[in-house]
């Protein structure tokens, strides 16, 4: 039996952007509006996120114990554009470690995820035995209408992307583990039925194999940027619509580089990835790499100053771009969700991190239809009250300029199980308010 897995909106601080000042060493919040924590007393992560009208779902995991084990259950929120949920759901056997790698708005009634079935997850892992789900779900009721698995029984399949055409095709990326312990990239396709109607050519040509993150689909056919694991660079592949590999490079860098998240910009074909660099002085920085649409590499620019920053998604906005993925909190030991604000040039004019002194990471990016704001999906425990992280959901403003401080979207946070999911003038714990007194102070947040 799972216990305690959401305790509800617990306690919530509605803020005026303006009213806001971070802490120190993060600098001031400029273009974040938002923050909300989803969970309770076990651990809870978001990974990916998508839009669907004006409300939001992700996806992730959520930690179970059942007879003192503890597993990963695959996990799915919808909330609306304020960040109320309207249900959250999981999928697990309690015997194998199940995530939500990937998830995608079909229409306004359906969407889809694809699940990372093992027996011990591990971020960017693939193992023997690891199985790969899909997931076809009600919007409304969160219902799943089918599923299907792929298995291997040599070898095994991770699932990291699942994206739609809008002409009736689901695409999933996964990485396969083959018999000779090398990895390579495949894509299957899915009609809106549950029908598999193809498994795309493999795509392995290096002694240790490839790992892709991310995959986007545009008139052409499919792209990745597949991570050479021997060579320790990126490459792009393009698949057409019948899985058959049509164009193929790889990239240099001054040093280790790979690539995580993938955008498209619709209007002129260009492609623009986002990952990290190591350089001469083994600091990591953050990396945007460009191509053509024929993946020719085009640019590409390097950010951070603080020795370790890494990109894991990349989305454009109306006048520029953001990249977003982990930073380095300045030695405090952990990591904090790390924005970075690009012009057209791909040139930063202002980068932000979210988060406290401990440990924050962000997985994912969307943008709005305007795209005059983008929201992360990520994981964070600064804010705990149990001992437990949870999921964590943020929105950017893309327009950074003083309008955007006129309280026109308030900035929600939540600290979970300050109170019980009823009546909060009723059930209020007054055994934590020294706990929320607490929280306010160390966050410099004024009301």
């Not at 199940?98 to 359906?110: A, F, H, L, W």
């Not at 490839?210 to 008139?219: G, K, T, Y």
């Amino acid at each position: 039996m799972k216990k305690n897995l959401f305790k509800g909106i617990t306690f919530i601080l509605l803020i005026c952007s303006a009213q806001i000042q971070a802490q120190e060493y993060l600098g001031v919040k400029i273009g974040g509006f938002f923050e909300q924590l989803y969970g309770g007393e076990t651990d809870e992560e978001a990974i990916d996120i998508c839009g669907t009208q004006d409300d939001y779902l992700f996806g992730g995991w959520t930690d179970v114990t059942v007879e003192e084990a503890t597993s990963k259950d695959a996990t799915y929120w919808y909330t609306n554009r304020f960040g109320k949920q309207n249900y959250v759901k999981y999928l697990g056997s309690h015997e194998t470690d199940e995530v939500t790698t990937g998830i995608v708005s079909v229409t306004p009634e359906y969407f889809a995820i694809c699940v990372h079935e093992s027996g011990n997850w591990e971020q960017d892992e693939v193992k023997t035995g690891d199985r790969l789900w899909v997931y076809y779900i009600d919007v409304a009721t969160g219902t799943v209408q089918w599923s299907d698995f792929l298995s291997y029984e040599e070898g095994g399949a991770a699932p990291t992307d699942i994206q739609y055409d809008g002409s009736g095709n689901l695409y999933v990326l996964l990485n396969r583990l083959t018999s000779t312990g090398a990895i390579q990239t495949e894509v299957l396709n899915y009609d809106l039925l549950g029908n598999k109607l193809w498994t795309s050519q493999p795509y392995l040509n290096s002694t240790l194999g490839h790992w892709s993150s991310e995959l986007v689909v545009n008139s052409t056919g499919l792209t990745t940027f597949p991570y050479d694991l021997s060579a320790k660079n990126p490459g792009a592949i393009t698949y057409n619509f019948s899985g058959v590999i049509i164009n193929g490079t790889s990239f240099t860098a001054d040093g280790e580089s790979r690539i995580y998240g993938i955008y498209e910009d619709t209007v002129n074909g260009d492609i623009y990835g986002a990952g990290y660099v190591i350089g001469e002085n083994s600091d990591t920085n953050a990396y945007v790499l460009k191509t053509n649409s024929s993946l020719v590499q085009q640019s590409s620019e390097n950010y951070g100053v603080n020795g370790t920053e890494k990109f894991r998604d990349i989305v454009i906005t109306g006048d520029g771009f953001i990249a977003a993925g982990v930073r380095n909190n300045k030695g405090e030991g952990g990591y904090d969700c790390y924005i970075e604000h690009l012009d057209i040039q791909l040139l930063s004019f202002y980068n932000e991190t979210f988060g406290g002194k401990t440990n924050e990471r962000l997985g994912s990016l969307m943008i709005n239809d305007l795209g005059t704001h983008a929201w992360f999906a990520g994981y964070n425990i600064e804010y705990k009250i149990a001992n437990s992280g949870n999921a964590y959901i943020g929105g950017v403003s893309t327009q950074l300029n003083s309008s955007m401080v006129s309280c026109e979207s308030p900035r929600v946070l939540l600290v979970d199980k300050l109170v019980s999911n009823n009546n909060i003038n009723s059930y209020l714990n007054l055994g934590l308010v020294s706990s929320i007194i607490s929280t306010c102070t160390t966050h410099n947040l004024s009301t």
